[in-house]
């Protein structure tokens, strides 16, 4: 069975997606709402608030994920998530990095004037330092 989301159809289910994978760890999750906003998520354990912004793609046969330059922020994290939707039996992948390991892995577009970047799937993938680094966050006291 082959999907074709919609843009935002792909962004809701990625922050969905991270969202439900955060919460399944114990961490407390708020989704924020609206079209302007350079957060979507932001957590919580033992009185720590982590800002999220979460970017996502849907095909296993995608290319890469685009990102505004001007709106990283080193202290934001950022979750790349790879939702498989044209392999529904595999589950989504996810990459956590922080602020500035965007800014620096992210390439410039050549058109957009240094504005727009992209990271290539294939690349992320292979620095396997990435793939599911949920304990960038810290681990709630309850999970063993």
């Known amino acids: 069975m082959s999907v074709k989301l919609e843009k935002n159809q792909t962004g809701i289910a990625g922050e969905f997606y991270v969202a439900g994978e955060l919460s399944r760890f114990g961490y407390n999750v708020t989704i924020t ?16 608030v982590f800002a999220i912004q979460v970017k996502a793609i849907q095909a296993t046969k995608s290319i890469c994920w685009n990102i505004d330059k001007t709106k990283v922020f080193p202290n934001h994290y ?19 990095l922080t602020g500035n390991e965007v800014i620096s892995l992210f ?20 620095l396997s330092v990435y793939k599911d680094r949920w304990e960038i966050f810290g681990r709630p006291s309850e999970i063993i």
């Open 33 to 48: 709402f609206g079209n302007t906003k350079s957060v979507d998520l932001l957590i919580q354990k033992d009185n720590v």
């Open 107 to 126: 390439k410039d577009t050549p058109k957009a004037g240094g504005k727009r970047a992209y990271l290539d799937y294939k690349h992320l993938l292979g």
């Open 78 to 96: 950022y979750v790349l998530v790879n939702l498989h939707v044209d392999h529904p039996e595999r589950k989504p992948e996810f990459f956590v």
